[in-house]
């Protein structure tokens, strides 16, 4: 089935620093592919997506790329700020047309000023 | 606009217990999902409601149960609780209009402790 797998956390970054957090996935076909953020004391929430092979999907400053090549969808910020610690997801359907996730294990970013 | 709902925030069970987990999903949507996160892991999918009855459900035994109300709120319940029951449970809903958008809302948890 469906899987995704992400980088061994936790991260911890100087503010302004460059982030990327791996995420690699396993799927029939090409789902659609979502990075998902769980802040302190909240539920998770969708932070980007991307529907089909080269999209790059993109919010707050955050960016993804599709890659069906690599089977790959990586997590980058160009600058990071204490606010964006969080925990970070990747995830894909568990069916086509089905809001339901896999997620991967989730990356806990630590961002220090 | 009230997002997704969850309680109780915290309980305390012990082994054999039998645990009822509530959830009122984001005004607007009709379909219900529960998740299991244990510390250090991402959420791993339960199952989902629409419509008052079961439509998915992921890799869980029986003692995993649940119910969607008329008014689109959803219950969990969990009967013979073991150690490995402990864990956050969370709700998402979504609405069936907005299949394959990913858009999941989800609540804060309920975090439940076996001892």
């Known amino acids: 089935g469906n899987s995704v797998t992400q980088m061994e956390g936790p991260v911890t970054l100087s503010e302004e620093a460059f982030l990327t957090i791996n995420c690699t996935y396993t799927a029939t076909g090409y789902p659609s592919l979502f990075w998902y953020v769980q802040y302190p004391g909240e539920g998770l929430q969708l932070l980007l997506k991307?529907?089909?092979?080269?999209d790059k999907g993109s919010n707050k400053g955050f960016e993804a790329t599709y890659r069906k090549e690599t089977t790959s969808f990586h997590l980058e910020k160009g600058s990071v700020q204490v606010s964006d610690s969080a925990v970070y997801f990747c995830?894909?359907?568990?069916?086509?047309?089905?809001?339901?996730?896999?997620f991967g294990a989730g990356t806990r970013l630590t961002v220090k000023p | 606009d009230a997002g997704v709902t969850q309680s109780p925030t915290h309980l305390i069970k012990t082994r054999g217990q039998q645990v009822t987990l509530r959830c009122s999903p984001k005004?607007?949507?009709?379909?219900v999902s529960w998740y299991q996160q244990a510390l250090g892991q991402g959420p791993q999918f339960i199952f989902q409601y629409y419509e008052e009855e079961e439509r998915q459900r992921g890799n869980f035994p029986d003692r995993f149960s649940g119910h969607q109300f008329p008014n689109y709120s959803s219950e969990l319940n969990v009967n013979a609780l073991l150690l490995g029951d402990s864990a956050l449970y969370l709700c998402?809903?979504?609405?069936?209009?907005?299949?394959?958008?990913?858009?999941?809302?989800f609540g804060e948890g309920s975090r439940l402790t076996v001892l």
């Open positions: 998402a809903s979504t609405y069936q209009g907005g299949r394959g958008t990913g858009e999941l809302f």
């Open positions: 991307a529907t089909k092979a080269d």
């Open positions: 005004s607007g949507h009709d379909t």
């Open positions: 995830a894909l359907p568990l069916t086509t047309y089905n809001n339901d996730m896999r």
